[in-house]
């Protein structure tokens, strides 16, 4: 704000000398004329009066100097306040990219890392190709001993068909007895009824009548123990049956198994043949006139040392996978099932006593921790027949439901062993019977049955 100062001096107010009269308004709005000479006479006065205007317009001046300042202070410390901001923003920013940039380099180390280590492992996984063909050998070996082995369960086999039989024959007997002693006994109450109209002249022969009762009785309790006992025998001879049975299919299993191995370490062994060759070829090449026989010699020195390291590392994960093995083994024979789970061999199952369609059911079994029940073995199909009622037909871990007719698990893998029912699936035919119930059947190991997924009904699951 700028202030303009207009100095006057007395000399102007001196020099007119002429009459003229100044004029001043009074509050009532009268007005007074004074000759110049009169303030000719109190020049003091006009003085006074102009110093007090002058001061006035100092005051003025200082006062919008003051409001001025003020208002460029504030303008300044808004600025100054706006700038630390942006200060702190560029920091915040500046943090931010120098820890994405860390990120950014931990990453790239951690890539080469794992880099480093598939390289690693596909070495060893190269040398490895001699163990296995180390290994062959011992699998022949192998496969004549399962063979002799399988010879001696099928005569075990037939040791126990021939024992079922006489024990079967046996318990016919016993059922026989049985009937004759319940004969005995309705034979023995008809004629203590008769007796027991004339009571007072036969006390003595009626004593003796409850007597052979008693005995008869005390035989009868005899017998039902040796019937239950023999019955117990049978339920374990029936086990090792089973077992038996499992054994051998297990062992056609391992056969099909090691055929497999040995065909493919058969190709692994061709291809070796192959590399055998060429490194001979290579080797060949190398003692020739026309290249320089130390070099030569230290790439082959080279070369035998990256075979001997890869050697040394599949042999230290060979080890390692054994002791795993034999872990996971130690595990699986320790696992115990909870509280209303039924074990067999290395599974928990699980029956409801409610009933849901197909997809209810397989969220109940995922959260229990489980899943429907997948079941490919015959000892497996005898477990549940053997478990379920008769009015029960559980749902299982099997269906179509992604393309018609190509049955699949719940776990992905394909279906290769069947046990469907006469006439089943029959879901071909328009019905949309997508999903698998177990069926129970007397005295055999139980059937599958194609049904519609939205049937209500109990379920079975598998951990």
Known sequence: ?????????????????????YE??????NTFKFPVHALRNSPFRVATLFLSLLCLLLLLGVIGQSVHYQKVQQDNQNKLTALNKNKEDLQERLNTEQKEGKDIA??????????SQLNRKRDMLYTNRYTLTEQLRDLRLSEGQLQASQ????????????????????????????DLQQQQYVADLQQKNDLYASYDSVTKERDNLQNKFNNASR??????????????????????????????EKLEGSQKNLVNEILQLKSKLDALTI?????????????????????DLQSEEREKEKVQKINDDLTDERDMLQGEVQRLNATINGKTCQTGWRKFQYSCYFLSTVKKNWNAARESCQIMGAELAIITRREEMRFVNNWVTKNQEPWIGLSDRGVEGQWEWVDGTPLTTTFWGTGQPNGHTGTNQDCVEFWRKALQMGEW?????SIVQTFLCEI
Do not use: W
């Open 275 to 295: 590399r055998e060759k060429a490194l001979h070829q290579n080797f060949s090449t190398a003692m020739s006139p026309s290249r320089e026989p130390a070099c």
């Open 24 to 29: 001043k308004l009074t509050a009532d709005g």
């Open 106 to 115: 931990t990453n790239c180390e951690q890539l080469m890392n794992t880099g």
């Open 449 to 453: 049955n194609d049904e519609k997924c």
């Open 1 to 21: 704000m700028a202030v303009e100062y207009h100095a006057s001096t007395l000399t102007n107010l001196e020099t007119d000398d002429s009459k003229i009269q």
């Open 151 to 178: 010879d001696t369960l099928e005569k075990e086999k037939a040791q126990l068909k021939a024992s079922t039989d006489q024990l079967q024959s046996v318990n016919n007997t016993l059922t026989k007895e049985r």
């Open 219 to 248: 035989s009868k309790d005899e017998l039902q123990k040796k019937y239950m006992k023999l019955v117990k025998d049978l339920e374990k001879l029936q086990e090792r049956h089973n077992f038996s049975s499992y054994e051998k």
